[in-house]
């Protein structure tokens, strides 16, 4: 699980993101980050009622990509929010892909030291 430390959790927190953030789309996910002026970095998921109507569903497709981030959490930079948006057609997509979808996206936003290596 993500430490709390590293979660995004306050409305506002996700306003700021979306407001004042940059961002990029690699095939069904969106990331969002903002600077955060804090030492860790913190993030938040947004999976809609569009992409499965079932919860469990969307709340696995959570879950697969928190326990992405927390592995990757020594090789992120610091200080920054980040919010992860999955779109439909996400929920017929296997968890190994989604996290394939979200090592494209560290690499290219440039949020990952260490020359862009992943850890998975």
Do not use: Y
């Not at 409305?11 to 030492?39: C, H, Y």
């Not at 992409?51 to 927390?70: F, G, W, Y």
């Not at 919010?83 to 936003?109: D, H, R, Y």
């Amino acid at each position: 699980m993500l430490p709390a430390k590293n979660r995004l959790s306050k409305k506002k927190d996700f306003q700021r993101v979306f407001k004042k953030g940059r961002g990029t789309k690699e095939d069904l996910l969106i990331f969002k980050w903002a600077p955060n002026n804090l030492q860790v970095s913190r993030f938040g998921f947004a999976v809609s009622k569009k992409v499965s109507k079932k919860a469990v569903l969307r709340n696995k497709i959570k879950r697969k990509l928190r326990e992405k981030i927390r592995k990757e959490l020594p090789l992120l930079k610091k200080g920054i929010d980040g919010v992860v948006i999955v779109n439909p057609g996400a929920a017929k997509k296997g968890g190994q892909e989604m996290v394939g979808i979200l090592n494209k996206i560290f690499s290219k936003t440039g949020l990952i030291k260490n020359n862009g290596k992943s850890s998975l």
